[in-house]
Structures are given as structure tokens and as C-alpha cells.
């Protein structure tokens, strides 16, 4: 038992350690939510660029705060509507910092026992937060 | 302790199924490999598309395999040095498959006890593998 006990720890560790570094390494921006109340599980740096804000300071905060008015009432309903489309049809939203058209493209899924958003975020003007410094 | 088992397990389970949602829905391409033997540990569609192969082919081989002869002999270790440096020098490679010009990006981290690498790939000619379909 002490044996499987560490190789679960371990396989966590190694799950969450490749999840952390890729989310940190693409270039997309990518945000996670938490479809139960829309608030922000995780996001990278593309991400929160996008959104007009750090990850602090948006992180666990219910992602429609980050939006204009018109847009926060039924924004997770409309992200898991929209991710259970056949098509995954694109959601337009404009940032509260800057005032972006933004395009946010949901994929609904479960884990541990709880429903979760991830959403990449597109400039809806088509150009997306590269961070590529090949030149 | 039963309590703490199956928080283990949800917890394992989340991020198990957050890390394979993030591979699945960013367009860079990137590659996970053990940095013992420089394995494919892990791809995505983007990677395998730019090697010229499928993620099945790939996965669980050497990536030398994939790649010119010139180049295979100490791949790992050339990826390893160069996650190392400061300034993340890029590691530029030639597919086996399609004759294609590639470039490594190499980070090192550890999880699990063991020493992997992430790399991103990028077409040396500077066109990513992006699958944008937003047009």
C-alpha cells in the first residue's frame, strides 16, 4: 500500500508538473474555468495579455469581471453552450481593460468530480497573443 | 486515510485530464521527452504534423528517429545543454520525413524522479504548425 501510495504521489506530481510547464511554455492563450461558477482556475500570460490584466490579479476571479458589462450575465452558460456545439462555435466578447474584441473558443470537459472549462482566446481582429521571439 | 486515497486520485485524475486537454487544444507544436534516453514521452498533432509523422509512429521512440542522420547522435545531450543556457538557444534539426528544416526550444524540468524535456517545434522557415481555422 506504501509502495502504490507513492507512485500515486509521484504520477500526480508528474501530471501536474508537465501541465504547469506546458500551460507556461505555448504560446496560445488559454484559460481554464471552473463551469460550476465561471471563475478562473488557471490562465497563462497570453491569456491574461489578452485580457488586459495578470494572472494575479485574474486568477479565481469569475471571468466575466474581465468583460464588458453586456456580456457577464450568462457568460459560462454561453461558453458551455457553445462547447458542446458540434462546430465549437466561437464566443465574441470585448475586454474591460482595453476594450478588445476578443474570441473565446470553449471545450467543456470532467475532472475530479467537477465540470471545467478550457477556452483559448483569440484577438477577434485574428492576430493571437504570440509571444514568439524567433523572429 | 480512505479520504485522502480518493482526493489523491481526483486530484491525479484532474490534472491527468487537464495536461492531455491543454496538448490537445494549443497549435504549437511541442514534444515531451525523457531526458535519459530522449524518448517521446508525449506529442501533440502540431508536433507529429511538423516531424512528418503521427503521434502513434512517434510516440514512445527515440525523436532521433525522426530526424537526420547528421543529427541523431547526441540529440539529447544537444537538447539538454541548450535548455540549460540562459538565453534557451534554439536547437535546429532536419525532419526525416518531408526533408524539413526544424527548430527545438528546449526547457529541462524534473517530475516524478526523473529528468524530462519540453520542447516546442517551430518550422525554421517561421511558419508554426498552427491549425487556425478562424481564418
Same mark, same amino acid.
Given at each position: 500500500?506504501?509502495?502504490?501510495?507513492?507512485?500515486? *504521489?509521484?504520477? &500526480?506530481?508528474?501530471? +501536474?508538473? &508537465? *501541465?504547469?510547464?506546458?500551460?507556461?511554455? /505555448?504560446?496560445?492563450?488559454?484559460?481554464?474555468?471552473?463551469?460550476? +461558477?465561471?471563475? $478562473?482556475?488557471?490562465?497563462? =500570460?497570453?491569456?491574461?495579455?489578452?485580457?488586459?490584466?495578470?494572472? @494575479?490579479?485574474?486568477?479565481?476571479?469569475?471571468?466575466? &469581471?474581465?468583460?464588458? @458589462?453586456?456580456?457577464?450575465? +450568462?457568460?459560462? =452558460?454561453?461558453?458551455?453552450?457553445?462547447? /458542446?456545439?458540434? @462546430? !465549437?462555435?466561437?464566443? =465574441? $466578447? /470585448?475586454?474591460?481593460?482595453?476594450?478588445?474584441?476578443?474570441?473565446?473558443?470553449?471545450?467543456?470537459?470532467?475532472?475530479? !468530480?467537477?465540470?471545467? $472549462?478550457?477556452?483559448?482566446?483569440?484577438?477577434?481582429?485574428?492576430? +493571437?497573443?504570440?509571444?514568439?521571439?524567433? !523572429?
Amino acid at each position: 500500500a506504501q509502495m502504490s501510495l507513492e507512485q500515486g *504521489y509521484e504520477a &500526480r506530481r508528474e501530471f +501536474d508538473t &508537465r *501541465y504547469r510547464l506546458l500551460l507556461r511554455t /505555448v504560446s496560445d492563450a488559454v484559460v481554464f474555468l471552473s463551469a460550476s +461558477d465561471g471563475r $478562473v482556475v488557471d490562465l497563462n =500570460e497570453p491569456a491574461a495579455a489578452l485580457l488586459g490584466g495578470t494572472r @494575479d490579479a485574474l486568477g479565481g476571479k469569475p471571468l466575466s &469581471r474581465a468583460l464588458k @458589462d453586456s456580456e457577464r450575465g +450568462d457568460l459560462i =452558460e454561453m461558453l458551455t453552450s457553445a462547447a /458542446v456545439t458540434e @462546430d !465549437g462555435t466561437p464566443v =465574441e $466578447v /470585448v475586454s474591460l481593460a482595453g476594450d478588445r474584441r476578443l474570441t473565446l473558443r470553449p471545450q467543456l470537459f470532467r475532472a475530479g !468530480g467537477e465540470r471545467f $472549462v478550457i477556452a483559448r482566446i483569440l484577438s477577434a481582429d485574428g492576430a +493571437d497573443a504570440q509571444d514568439d521571439s524567433l !523572429g
